[in-house]
C-alpha cells in the first residue's frame, strides 16, 4: 500500500494548497492512506473542529498534532466526536482525546497510526518510547501497518525512537521543525524514517511566521504577535511503500510542490 504523511499544515496558505491540489495529488499517486499534522491550520496555532472537518473532506484519513493541539479550547470536548483527530499519545491519562486511531483503507487494509510528542526542549510529559511501545503492543496482530508521527524538536530523540521502533512498525516520521531534513531511510529492519516532514504552508518566512515579526523580536527581544506568511508556498510529503502482509517499508521517498 501507499501512504501520504503531509507536512504541519500552517494557516490558511497550507488549507489552501491543499484543497487546490491534494485531491489530485492522491489520485496521480494511487495513494491508499493519507495522514496529516494540522496542529498549526488555525492561523498557525492550534486546530478548529471545522477546520479538521475542512480537511478531512480532502481525502485525510486521520490528523495528527502535537504541542499545539491545545491552543483552540474549542477543540477540547470535539476530541469525542471526532476520532480521526489524535493528540499525542504520551500526555498524561487526564489529557482529553486519544493518540491512537486504528482504521481500514478504502481497499480494506488495516491499518494504525500513533501521535507521540518528545520531551527534550518541550513539555515534560509522559516517555514517548515506553507509550509507542504500550500502543503498538496493544495493537491486533492483524495491523501490521503501523504508522508514527513523532512530533519532537531535537534530531537525536527523533533518531533514538526511529531505531527503537525499527522492524515493528512501518514507519517513523518527525515533525514539529517545520524544516525538511534529507535523511529519508529505510532502517535495516524495514522502519521507514525521516527525521522532519517540513511543512505545508509558506516558506518565504521563518517557519511559516512573517519575517519581519520574528526578526524585530530576535533583535528586541520583546514578544509581537505572530502573524502567517503568505509568498512560497509549498505541500510537503513523505510517501510511503508498504509491504501489506508484513507491514515493513519498500520504500520512502520526500515530496514536494511549489505552488506557483
Not at 499519545?89 to 486504528?102: D, E, T
Not at 494504525?112 to 526542549?121: E, H, K, T
Request: net charge negative.
Amino acid at each position: 500500500m501507499k501512504i501520504l504523511f503531509v507536512g504541519d499544515v500552517v494557516g490558511r496558505p497550507g488549507r489552501q494548497a491543499l484543497k487546490d491540489h491534494l485531491v489530485d495529488i492522491l489520485e496521480q499517486r494511487g495513494i491508499d492512506l493519507c495522514i496529516a499534522n494540522g496542529e498549526n491550520a488555525a492561523g498557525g496555532n492550534g486546530i478548529t473542529p471545522p477546520l479538521v472537518e475542512e480537511l478531512l473532506e480532502l481525502q485525510i484519513d486521520v490528523l495528527t498534532s502535537g504541542n499545539h493541539i491545545w491552543d483552540k479550547k474549542e477543540v477540547l470536548s470535539y476530541f469525542d466526536l471526532q476520532p480521526r483527530l489524535l493528540r499525542p499519545a504520551n500526555y498524561p491519562p487526564a489529557a482529553p482525546g486519544q493518540g491512537l486511531f486504528v482504521g481500514r483503507t478504502r481497499n480494506e487494509i488495516s491499518y494504525a497510526v500513533i501521535n507521540l510528542q518528545g520531551r527534550i526542549f518541550m513539555p515534560p510529559i509522559d516517555c514517548p518510547f515506553r507509550k509507542g511501545e504500550e500502543l503498538v503492543g496493544l495493537l491486533s496482530k492483524e495491523v501490521k501497518v503501523i504508522f508514527i508521527d513523532f512530533h519532537a524538536e531535537a534530531t537525536a530523540e527523533k533518531q533514538a525512537l526511529g531505531w527503537y521502533f525499527d522492524g515493528k512498525v512501518s514507519g517513523v516520521v518527525g515533525t514539529h521543525t517545520h524544516v525538511v531534513t534529507a535523511d529519508e531511510q529505510i532502517l535495516p529492519q524495514g522502519t521507514a524514517y525521516i527525521t522532519d516532514v517540513g511543512m505545508t504552508g509558506p516558506h518565504d518566512s521563518v517557519i511559516g511566521v512573517s519575517k519581519e515579526i520574528i526578526l524585530s523580536k530576535f533583535i528586541s527581544q520583546v514578544p509581537g504577535r505572530f502573524e502567517t506568511a503568505t509568498g512560497d508556498v509549498r505541500i510537503n510529503a513523505v510517501e510511503l511503500q508498504v509491504d501489506d502482509h508484513t507491514g515493513l517499508a519498500r520504500s520512502v521517498q520526500r515530496f514536494c510542490l511549489k505552488i506557483l
